[in-house]
């Protein structure tokens, strides 16, 4: 699987991780839809049926990212609900010297399990 | 606040989608003239674009003038005011939510506990057609006092935020 999603300034590139330890989608531009589940949940249902199939954990990197809109946030809460439904792994990279970053992605840390289904990482932070 | 920095930034705006990524911009590029801190600056253009959203979704656009849509951006070193401003229906569902939001966030010992709150229901009930997470975000990461009043029929939301 290797593809890249556009919709007006977010593109996402999707692709298996170099080493084919993940499904990797690195997200880069804006999410400012009025309705960014309804555009994105295509995106995420193709992702996760390829990392259930592939059995692989699914790899989000918001690094490059300038902005997301609260609605953003609120589709990737039901895409943590449906991957945990489907046992498929979610790893969440931040750029933690990005503040609106740091603080939006460590909220989400209140998603995480003991079992790991959802991990939150956070890099470069001064 | 300071004598030395005062700004101010007014704007009627058309209730169009589009616009809201157009001002958040350009507040993001008259603030990074004015502050040093970039974390500040994307704090109060992220403010602004929650609420121009809130206001683009829930305003009343039918049966009102919409020159009551207005932006204000203001302030001096030591602090920014944004207030926006839309036509509403006084009785709709949606302006009585959008109150009992900003109330609800005050009733929280601090704004991290409204949002994770938030975030926690929309998990728990399945609400991810309705986010309802811009204010509480407002107060979170924008670390600021949200007031909402509605007067003669416009909602007006100022929030301050402190550099």
Redesign the interface.
Known sequence: MKQTFTHQ?LNIEISPADDGSALQMIWGG?S?A??P?QILEPVFQEAQAYAAEAKLPLEMHFQDME?F???T???L??L??QLRDSKVQLRLHYNAA???QK??FD??K??ETPDGMLQIFGKGEA | MSQDICFRIEAPIAPN?PN??LL?TSVLNCLASIFQDS?FC??V??IT??LL?NA??YGDWDDSDHSFFKLRVSGGEDQVQVHVSNPVDAGSADLKSLLETVEQIGRFENP?LA??NR??E??ER????V?R??LP?IA??GNCDIKAEVVDGVLHIRTLSRN
């Open positions: 300034s804006k400012n009025r309705s589940l902005h809109n609260s609605s946030i609120t589709a809460i039901a943590i609900q990005l503040k609106w603080m939006s909220a989400l209140v998603f | 989608w809201i990524e958040r974390s994307d704090s253009s992220m674009s929650e959203e683009v979704k991290a949002y994770q975030l926690k929309i998990a399945g609400e991810v057609g986010s997470l811009g975000r979170f990461e």
